[in-house]
């Protein structure tokens, strides 16, 4: 049944395209996967959204509900419900209040919020929901999620910060996190691994800038925090945030540091904000993704549709503007990081992130 539901879903998401080709059987088809669609019957589609951060973060949780938005419109489903700014302590409730309104598919934005609220899943069974929860999330019932490797991406990251630092003479990068979460521990690896392979000499520091667990959103520390890694010399910084996340960018703007998007895919296209690279895991990219291979068959409910650098598009580091020989050169580390060279590495990066 769930199997079902997830193609019938898929087939209303893509409904979309085969309208814009005009005519009336074009209609039909619309209104038939609408149809569909509605999981609860009342002659509504609408998607629900939950996440930690905030809906306009400038990253990774503002690209999921922008992606959301963007297929409601597309399919002609009822405005998305968005709840953001949970507190993983009050997840459980705020998931429970969002399924019992007239949803009919729950996009769940982190782990934090779906970690020990796994029931959910197939207690509202008639729902469809996806979560991005990532590497160390485990397969769950009743539930669709992606997985990435914060390993790769942020060799991957690494890399082009090094590229750009070794390019205009920098030395130092400022990585401002939360409070030293496992998966934090892991991205940060990666990055330093990223950097030493441009140049050895090449130095990162961790920062955190919240409260444990998951305060990825507090400015005013992530303020202080990188205004003390520029007197100390920081030539670029990673903002690993969520809401804390474009004033960051902001003041990395004012002073000619180097920058990066943290999740966000289209950071490049930004008029208000400037972006040397794009760290891509967009929440947004891998809706498109995981719907067009359920469709397919390719995927099913119960797994992971898991993104790698240098095989997929939707991950990894990629320059805004920079010169052919920088990017055939990022190019070629993701390729290596796809083809595995790095899986020693990455092995042990993760041993000393989660343990084993």
Partial sequence: ????????????????????CGGDGAATTTTAAFSTADFNGDGVVRIGVATQGSRSDGAYYQALVEKVEQLSGDNGFAPPIIVDL???ANARAELENLAEQPV?????????????????????????WYCNCGSSFHDTPGMMRSADSGAELNISAGYATGLLLQEGGGESAAFLGCCDL???????RGYEFGLGLVDPALEATYVPT????????????????YRNAVAEGADAVYPFLGGAHI??????????LIVNTAGSSSGCERTDVHYDFEVRFDAGDYLDRIFS?????????????????????????????????????LADLNARIGAGDFAAEIEAILAEAYGG
């Fill in 247 to 256: 004033p960051i960018v902001k003041l990395a703007n004012e002073d000619g």
């Fill in 182 to 188: 496992s998966f934090e521990v892991e991205s940060f």
């Fill in 104 to 128: 009919d598919i729950i996009a769940v934005g982190s782990e934090a919020l779906a970690r020990g609220n796994e029931d959910l899943f197939t207690t509202y069974g008639e729902i469809f």
């Fill in 210 to 225: 919240g409260a444990f667990p998951y305060d990825f959103n507090n400015t005013a520390a992530a303020t202080e925090a």
């Fill in 1 to 20: 049944m769930r199997d079902r539901l997830g193609l019938v879903l898929v087939l209303g998401l893509a409904a979309a395209a085969s309208a814009s």
């Fill in 86 to 88: 949970i507190d993983p």
């Fill in 293 to 329: 291979e359920i469709l397919s068959g390719q995927a099913a409910e119960g797994g992971a549709r898991r993104f790698t650098v240098g095989i997929d598009p939707e991950v990894g580091a990629f320059f805004c503007d920079a010169s052919p020989e920088l990017v055939r050169q």
